[in-house]
């Protein structure tokens, strides 16, 4: 299996090709990419979500790759402070203001406390990732200065819920998220994610909300004003593991665990 690693939204080739005609530089990443895909084609399995920006496709098509979509939603925090929460939901900036009043926004520093805190949060449900990967992120990008870990906390020192963000040149991330279900509603979340819309307008960038993984998650993150981008979804497989895929998606289906479209699989 070939795949992006956990943890990874996007993985994929981008090629800048040079020159002055339009047709010669599809032809070079045409023929670059077709040139890297023949390298895994081994492979009994093959899926990659590309970035947004990746709208030239050809080369997978022709490689005989199934094509999918799946969204996030982007954010152009560029404009001013003013124009971004009028664009919010009357809901959403309602929610913010009451959890403005009895919540205090505090950074957390350490990786180990946010990831017992999730998985805390998260009870009897399975964490998807390898907790240990967080920390390792979270060094990584603090020692670039482009990530950051922000909780919401009560007068009693209570966390209600947390965000990790990350960001490069051009995108802000949200990244990670997760919330105490016996004490917090949305209003925390929503708080938080007012907070990092602030600080990605003091570094003139693009939020990104990072996938839409369920229809709440899309009208949450549709609330506060984004526009839905498409993430290419770029799969190929073997005939036999492609019967051992819909074999198991059946059995998910009828034993009560349907397919999620949002994720386009």
């Known amino acids: 299996?070939?795949?992006?690693?956990?943890?990874?939204?996007?993985?994929?080739?981008?090629?800048?090709?040079?020159?002055?005609?339009?047709?010669?530089?599809?032809?070079?990443?045409?023929?670059?990419?077709?040139?890297l895909l023949r390298q895994i084609d081994h492979f009994d399995y093959v899926r990659f979500v590309l970035d947004p920006s990746v709208t030239n496709?050809?080369?997978?098509?022709s490689s005989n790759y199934l094509i999918?979509?799946?969204h996030t939603l982007i954010l152009d925090c560029t404009v001013s402070v003013d124009e971004l929460w009028r664009n919010f939901k009357?809901?959403?900036?309602?929610?913010?203001?009451?959890?403005?009043?009895?919540?205090?926004?505090?950074?957390?520093?350490?990786?180990?406390?946010?990831?017992?805190?999730?998985?805390?949060?998260?009870?009897?449900?399975?964490?998807y990732f390898d907790p240990l990967a967080v920390?390792?992120?979270?060094?990584?990008?603090?020692?670039?200065?482009?990530?950051?870990?922000?909780?919401?906390?009560?007068?009693?020192?209570?966390?209600?819920?947390?965000?990790?963000?990350?960001?490069?040149?051009?995108?802000?991330?949200?990244?990670l998220s997760s919330r105490d279900p016996d004490v917090a509603d949305n209003g925390a979340t929503s708080l938080l994610l007012w907070n990092a819309l602030q600080h990605a307008h003091a570094l003139s960038l693009q939020f990104d909300f990072d996938g839409v993984s369920s229809e709440s998650r899309y009208h949450f993150m549709a609330a506060f004003g984004g526009r839905v981008a498409a993430r290419?979804?770029?799969?190929?497989?073997?005939?036999?593991?492609?019967?051992?895929?819909?074999?198991?998606?059946?059995l998910d289906k009828y034993g009560g665990n349907p397919r999620n479209y949002f994720l386009g699989d």
């Open 232 to 250: 290419l979804i770029v799969q190929k497989s073997t005939f036999l593991f492609a019967l051992l895929k819909n074999g198991r998606r059946l």
């Open 1 to 35: 299996i070939c795949s992006q690693p956990s943890l990874t939204r996007v993985l994929g080739p981008i090629v800048l090709a040079e020159g002055s005609k339009v047709e010669s530089r599809y032809r070079t990443q045409f023929r670059t990419v077709k040139d």
């Open 90 to 127: 009357d809901k959403t900036r309602n929610v913010i203001r009451k959890a403005a009043k009895f919540l205090t926004l505090v950074d957390l520093h350490d990786p180990q406390e946010f990831m017992r805190l999730y998985l805390h949060h998260l009870g009897t449900r399975k964490c």
């Open 68 to 70: 999918s979509l799946e």
């Open 135 to 175: 920390k390792r992120i979270y060094h990584a990008v603090s020692e670039h200065k482009q990530g950051r870990i922000v909780t919401a906390v009560d007068n009693d020192g209570l966390v209600h819920a947390m965000i990790f963000t990350l960001w490069d040149e051009r995108h802000y991330y949200y990244f």
């Open 57 to 61: 496709f050809s080369a997978f098509q």
